[in-house]
């Protein structure tokens, strides 16, 4: 069974950089499909953010680009997100998700809450 | 990348069906059969309920059905259950590598 869990600090101060890694069991990540990351600012709706493909191959939400990075660890068996210059604006519960044919989110994490506060 | 537009609400009484919509461009829905549909309840994580515009992954029932007309899908729920009471989102892939979700429905069941 795949699982996914995020993981990372719950509270970032503004203009610094969100960290967050994705580890995933049940399932090798060097073994194919895409793998993103995807947020949910409280009470709003759903915000594609990035992916990234087994072998390294990225793809950027445009409206984000410039903050994000994402990559991956095939040893460990994770991916991460950072996103850089954050603000209150991007408070959100972080989802990562394993994504297949047509970007669908098969799998998902559970979430985890990252507020923007000094 | 705009998001999908969708009626922000949508309701229905027990045993009714009820069609959420999901606008996009030729760019999104309209020039891809990648459109999926996820369901979501209160501080979970979305769940997979229609993917390719009209399929359904292993395990949600058939009441939960998908189509898609030029630039708009729709998901329709039938036969009401007070547990379909959730948020639905669309999404649709939109090309290189991108993806784009919808605003959300609120789905009461009354």
């Known amino acids: 069974q795949v699982q996914l869990q995020e993981s990372g600090p719950g509270l970032v101060k503004p203009s610094e950089t969100l960290s967050l890694t994705c580890a995933v069991s049940?399932?090798?990540?060097?073994?194919?499909?895409?793998w993103g990351w995807i947020r949910q600012p409280p009470g709003k709706g759903l915000e594609w953010i990035a992916s990234?493909?087994?072998?390294?191959?990225?793809s950027y939400n445009s409206s984000l680009k410039s903050r994000v990075t994402i990559s991956v660890d095939t040893s460990k068996n994770q991916f991460s997100l950072k996103l850089g210059s954050v603000t209150a604006a991007d408070t959100a519960v972080y989802f990562c998700?394993?994504?297949?044919?047509?970007?669908?989110?098969?799998?998902w994490g559970q979430g985890t809450l990252v507020t923007v506060s000094s | 990348q705009s998001a999908l537009t969708q009626p922000p609400s949508a309701s229905g009484s027990p045993g009714q069906s009820v069609t959420i919509s999901c606008t996009g461009t030729?760019?999104?829905?309209?020039?891809?059969?990648?459109v999926s549909w996820y369901q979501q309840h209160p501080g979970k994580a979305p769940k997979l309920m229609i993917y390719?515009?009209?399929k359904r992954p292993s395990g949600i029932p058939e009441r939960f059905s998908g189509s898609k007309s030029g630039s708009t899908a729709s998901l329709t729920v039938s036969g009401l259950q007070a547990e379909d009471e959730a948020d639905y989102y669309c999404?649709?892939?939109?090309?290189?590598?991108?993806?784009?979700f919808g605003e959300g429905t609120k789905l009461t069941v009354l």
């Open positions: 999404s649709s892939y939109a090309g290189s590598n991108n993806v784009v």
């Open positions: 990234i493909y087994h072998t390294g191959i990225t």
């Open positions: 049940g399932f090798s990540i060097s073994s194919g499909y895409y």
């Open positions: 998700a394993r994504q297949e044919v047509g970007l669908r989110a098969q799998y």
């Open positions: 390719e515009v009209s």
């Open positions: 030729s760019s999104d829905v309209g020039g891809y059969n990648f």
